[in-house]
T-cell receptor
């Protein structure tokens, strides 16, 4: 199994600012993803973080708002840009490496509050 | 498009058995996963079905019927600590997950 850490675990930010969330996996994985979970809601996929190339974004999410980097097979960052209160959510990264169990593991999440 | 349906809430008593159903409509279906999430916590993987049939892991079992686009999670010998949200999620061959809206399970003494 993969162990995933995220930094920061939580933050309170002012409207109009940006926050970069870091995600570190303890082993090399093929795929990394970023999800958002708004209060009381399910998880929504933001994008697939591709190693060495631009991220692949889901409908409703754009690179200018959520730039993503993935410089290697164990690390990725998500930036939430020009924040508004509607961006207050938990942001989770996940790691996936197809194997016998086909399991996707999640980091502990970053709880973001935008004032 | 892709959609998943699961009940929003289920209530059961300690020691009982509960089944949480999930129906889905999706293209490029690869498998069905189940995750547990306690308040304030991250989703924790419970079970995965890539093929039709039943997968058993301790007190938890999961079932998939690809022809019916249907699966369920079965929780046996319920304990208070099982009170949580349970999500079904479909995966494509790229690994990305599309989640259902979640089922809140409340276990009562």
């Amino acid at each position: 199994s993969a162990v995933i850490s995220q930094k920061p675990s939580r933050d309170i930010c002012q409207r109009g600012t940006s926050l970069t969330i870091q995600c570190q996996v303890d082993s090399q994985v093929t795929m990394m993803f970023w999800y958002r979970q708004q209060p009381g809601q399910s998880l929504t996929l933001i994008a697939t973080a591709n190693q060495g190339s631009e991220a692949t974004y889901e409908s409703g999410f754009v690179i200018d708002k959520f730039p993503i980097s993935r410089p290697n097979l164990t690390f990725s960052t998500l930036t939430v840009s020009n924040m508004s209160p509607e961006d207050s959510s938990i942001y989770l990264c996940s790691a996936y490496d197809r194997g016998l169990t086909d399991t996707q593991y999640f980091g502990p999440g970053t709880r973001l509050t935008v004032l | 498009g892709q959609s998943l349906e699961q009940p929003s809430e289920v209530t059961a008593v300690e020691g009982a058995i509960v089944q949480i159903n999930c129906t889905y409509q999706t293209s490029g279906f690869y498998g069905l996963s189940w995750y547990q999430q306690h308040d304030g916590g991250a989703p924790t993987f419970l079970s995965y079905n890539g093929l039709d049939g039943l997968e058993e892991t301790g007190r938890f079992s999961s079932f998939l019927s690809r022809s019916d686009s249907y699966g369920y999670l079965l929780l046996q010998e319920l304990q208070m600590k099982d009170s949580a949200s349970y999500f079904c999620a479909v995966s494509s061959n790229t690994g990305k997950l599309i989640f259902g809206q979640g089922t809140t399970l409340q276990v009562k003494p």
